[in-house]
């Protein structure tokens, strides 16, 4: 079949069957994203005046942590040199004080929980719970409106109450998002890709605060929940991660208690000691979904270095790199589903088998494509909206690639005793934005999946 009505069908099926999902639970990171769209001389004058040489070495080797205006734009540099995201802490006071006084050109909903939420419960309709670690005025006004809800403890009972009706004033939590498009040249640097570096300038998300609403009625929370996706384990550092990731772990035992499949998204996680204890959790996860960064990154913790390499050595990405990564995280830890994403196609490897799961990831794209088209979903019906958005040329080599080594056939092979899926995507190629795109593909891929079961 061509690709056209593969798309096509998949996302017919998908909006038929996408309210037989069940309620889903999101936790735990939610942020206000205050969105800059970089202007090269403006950029440029600033790494001089912070100074170049200094800049240009964080441009090459980013620091774990920003604690300095140069640091901070050193890690903008990285970004753009590789067209690939990256999200560090800003630690200092005074570069949270640059960064506010540089400016926004619009305020959006943040975090991945936060744009999961919109997604789902704003645009398809399915009932969400979200975790929501600081909710203001601000961040409650970022909520679509739609089956959204927030828990609430009143006189000692618990209410699910939508974000708005919280009547909440606590603080903003901000996340500084630095967006370039695809040949944007700053120096002697060019963009190879469209993206975007993240600046996180709260002190909630970065330690994984989780709610006592969320500590005390967790298993009340999620009595009526079918599955969960969890998120914002990044930006945790070997001094911070322990306490949070033991809170972390009895959530997902009572998950597993009550059979509940919980999705990781994992997000690029600069400490290696809080990979390595992320990766020891993973085996408590149904599924998680990582690009090649990341892929890399978890390469790279369990030894496998030259893979890790390998990884990030092509675009693009080469796909039996790929597979042989996510065998190894699938053996080393027993996760049943890993969705890789990369710029231009994507993959699944599941212990299970059917269509479904390719057909899943065909909707995800096209949601991503339908963002990155409009710059904002507002119905189910705005995604057929990219239908028309080209299937990306460069995906026909890795396609034949996995065709050559797995005898792959209309996006599916069996590998080992696993089933890949492969599909490729749309790129827009001038698109409105990039921010919460990796979220869209996730959670519309895991969703839709349980929805077409």
């Not at 969890?230 to 550092?237: D, E, H, K, N, W």
């Not at 959790?281 to 978890?298: M, P, Q, R």
């Not at 990039?434 to 895991?446: L, M, P």
Request: aromatic letters at 10%; a negative charge; one cysteine or more.
């Amino acid at each position: 079949m061509a690709w056209d009505a593969l798309y096509s069908s998949a996302f017919r099926g998908v909006k038929g069957r996408i309210g037989r999902a069940g309620r889903v639970l999101l936790a735990y990171n939610t942020n206000v994203d205050a969105v800059k769209y970089l202007e090269r001389k403006d950029l440029e004058k600033r790494v001089e005046r912070a100074g170049k040489d200094e800049v240009l070495h964080y441009a090459d080797e980013l620091p774990k942590r920003i604690e300095n205006v140069p640091q901070l734009l050193g890690s903008i540099l990285w970004s753009i040199k590789r067209g690939k995201a990256a999200e560090l802490f800003v630690e200092s006071c005074s570069t949270r004080f640059y960064m506010r006084q540089w400016g926004w050109d619009e305020l959006r909903m943040g975090g991945q929980v936060g744009i999961m939420a919109n997604l789902l419960g704003g645009v398809y309709g399915v009932p969400v719970i979200s975790h929501v670690p600081q909710l203001s005025g601000l961040q409650a006004s970022l909520f679509k409106n739609g089956p959204i809800y927030v828990p609430k403890v009143e006189d000692g009972r618990l209410k699910l109450v939508h974000p708005k009706e919280f009547a909440g004033d606590e603080e903003n939590c901000l996340h500084y998002i630095y967006e370039f498009p695809r040949g944007f040249r700053v120096f002697d640097l060019e963009a190879p890709r469209e993206n975007r570096f993240i600046g996180s300038a709260d002190d909630y998300n970065p330690n994984l605060y989780i709610r006592p609403e969320f500590r005390e009625r967790f298993g009340e929370i999620v009595e009526s929940v079918e599955v969960a996706i969890i998120s914002g384990l990044q930006a945790l550092t070997k001094e911070n991660y322990r306490e949070p990731l033991d809170v972390v772990e009895e959530h997902l035992e009572v998950l597993k208690k009550l059979g509940i499949p919980v999705h990781l998204e994992f997000a690029f996680t600069p400490d290696e000691t809080v990979r390595k204890a992320i990766l020891c959790l993973l085996g408590n996860f149904w599924s998680v979904g990582l690009n090649e960064v990341e892929l890399a990154s978890v390469m790279e913790v369990i030894g496998e270095k030259g893979l890790a390499e390998k990884l990030l050595a092509r675009d693009p990405v080469d796909p039996i790199a790929v597979t042989e990564a996510m065998l190894k995280l699938a053996e080393k830890t027993g996760v049943k589903r890993i969705h890789f994403h990369t710029y231009g196609y994507y993959l699944a490897l599941t212990d299970y088998k059917g269509e479904f799961v390719r057909d899943a990831l065909l909707f995800s794209a096209l949601a991503a494509a339908a963002k990155a088209k409009l710059g904002d979903v507002r119905s189910i019906d705005d995604i057929a909206k990219a239908m028309d958005v080209p299937v990306n040329e460069k995906a026909k080599a890795v396609e034949e690639a996995l065709s050559k080594e797995y005898g792959m056939k209309d996006g599916i092979a069996e590998v080992d005793s696993y089933q890949l899926a492969f599909i490729p995507t749309k790129i827009v190629a001038k698109p409105k934005s990039t921010v919460g795109i990796g979220d869209t593909i996730s959670s519309s891929a895991f969703v839709g999946e349980f929805a077409l079961r």
